[in-house]
């Protein structure tokens, strides 16, 4: 324990995959909401706002981890809930239209399973957005949100598992305190 730091070293957050897909889900709701919504709506700024805050809440907890794990998981249990909340606007979007959701294991469910799960680049998936249907991109940003909201689940279990086995900011400064006293 001599080398124990009290001040954790932050993680880069963008090598997190939760925030690559983030990432990548906001850059599809702004195109999705400015492209194929009324500009009147008001849920295109609620979705985009959804979007944003699942990707924001990623960096503020990834900032905060340095002292407090407490924070780092409320953040990231944030981002999770506002992907759940634009998750419900775009299945909602294909409901009130007459849309389809695709369903699981379907052609078109695996391939877009398949896609997320090898790219996180934003550009990628722009790309595919700029040839494809707003039903279409909704079913996209439908399985790449449940992707991230499952790598968000997996983050906030790591972090549950290293506070138990590390505890907290204020346990480590007990513990350093008392290593340096020699007790």
Known sequence: MGDEK??????N??????????EVIYEMTYYFCHNYLNGKDRTIDQMVQAARSGKQNIIEGCAASATSAKTEIKLLNVAKASLQELLEDYM??????????????????TAMRALGKEHNDADYFMQLCATRPPETIANMAI???????????RQLERLEQDFLNNGGFAERMNRMRKNNRGF
């Open 143 to 153: 399985i790449l949100i449940h992707q991230a909201d499952y790598l968000l689940f």
């Open 92 to 109: 909602d979007y294909l409901r009130t239209r007459g849309h389809s959701q695709w369903e699981e294991s379907s052609p078109q469910w």
């Open 13 to 22: 957050y963008r090598k997190l995959l939760s925030y690559q897909k983030a």
């Open 6 to 11: 009290l001040i954790r070293h932050s993680g």
